[in-house]
């Protein structure tokens, strides 16, 4: 596994620097990502890429490449895997439901027979279309939005909760262009967010014992894997948002440990959507996928995920841990 690793890592870097100069010039974002992988594969005292039992791999690239070299089902065929029927008749609360890999949950959701609430600021007719309930005018950065959620659920309780809202902003963060002001907004979004969900429902005794919480994270939010993913730094909201949303979900689970309450966090996967839109010219070679696929990664470690693998930070490609 550590010599695939290794050859892979050369492939992708060789293949990286293929792309004339001119392309890089019109593509300056494409220049820095192909210098961060240069930088890691040619760091003299960072290890090779390596991928252990338990744990996932940090350069996407690399990892993309030796599943494909190993031919991994899990990775590559999803559908052999997923098992929908699991939720047949199950309730289960979406927010960020609109659009991306919220939309592509629900309609899986639905698919497979369970009652889709989607909580959301604003509906739109394909969401009418594929919800069984649509609860608008919740924004997770409301402090009131318990009372709104509580009585749109009409008291019943549900079986999942998936807090999928999020936001990223669209520039990339350097020092040159530092904003506090959308920094906080991620934070907010991302890792309050959905504490002010999670805590409403909990406290108004409509998550019982062996519900779920899932979050969706993110690899971003990854301190460890920053040293391979952003080895000359940028972005520093978005990830400071996703390692804000991992602690407080190990929080989380630390606390409804004792009512048997799973509090799962799944990084979701690169994906096709509007929100990774920025990044669409490396989609191939980092293996994203139709947020159709991501959506039944989600929804296999969802079905899987138990009391044994709460509080635990979760690669959704690979099922693989993500370290801290």
């Known amino acids: 596994a550590m010599r695939t690793a290794i050859t892979t890592a050369a492939i992708v870097c060789a293949a990286l620097a293929q792309p004339s100069a001119a392309f890089f010039v019109s593509n300056p974002r494409l220049a820095r990502l192909s210098s961060r992988a240069t930088q890691s594969a040619m ?27 190993t031919k991994n089902e899990r990775v590559l065929n999803i559908d052999k895997f997923y098992d929908g029927s699991q939720f047949k008749g199950k309730r289960v609360l979406v927010t960020g439901a609109n659009r991306g890999v919220g939309l592509a949950l629900t309609k899986q959701l639905k698919a497979d027979g369970a009652v889709v609430i989607a909580a959301v600021r604003k509906t739109s007719p394909e969401l ?21 959620l509580v009585a749109g659920l009409g008291a019943e309780p ?31 979004i991302c890792a309050v967010g959905p504490l002010r969900v ?31 993913q952003n080895p000359t730094g940028h972005d520093y ?24 309450i799973a509090v799962l966090i799944l990084h979701p996967g690169f994906n096709r959507s509007d929100m990774t839109r920025k990044y669409e010219a490396i989609w191939d070679i ?4 139709e947020t159709e696929v991501g959506a039944k990664r989600v929804l296999h470690e969802i079905n899987i995920g138990s009391m044994e693998t709460t509080g635990k930070f979760i690669n959704c490609e690979d099922g693989l841990q993500i370290p801290w």
């Open 128 to 148: 009418d279309d594929e919800a069984n309930q649509v609860i608008e005018g919740i924004d997770v950065m409301d402090d009131d939005l318990g009372g709104k």
């Open 158 to 188: 549900v079986d999942v909760v998936i807090n999928n809202a999020g936001y990223f902003w669209e520039p990339e963060e350097t020092l040159e262009n530092l904003n506090f002001r959308e920094e906080l907004k991620m934070i907010d």
């Open 237 to 260: 909201g978005h990830h400071m948002s996703k390692a804000a949303e991992n602690m407080m979900s190990k929080l989380l689970a630390r606390e409804l440990a004792p009512k048997s």
């Open 43 to 69: 760091a003299p005292k960072r290890p090779a890429p390596t991928m252990s039992d338990d744990y996932s791999m940090a350069d996407q690239q690399a990892r993309f490449a030796m599943h494909k070299e």
């Open 198 to 228: 999670s805590g409403a429902l909990v406290n108004a005794g409509l998550l019982k014992e062996g519900s779920k919480i899932v979050m969706i994270s993110s690899q971003g939010g990854s301190i460890t894997w920053r040293d391979t």
């Open 286 to 289: 980092e293996g994203a996928v």
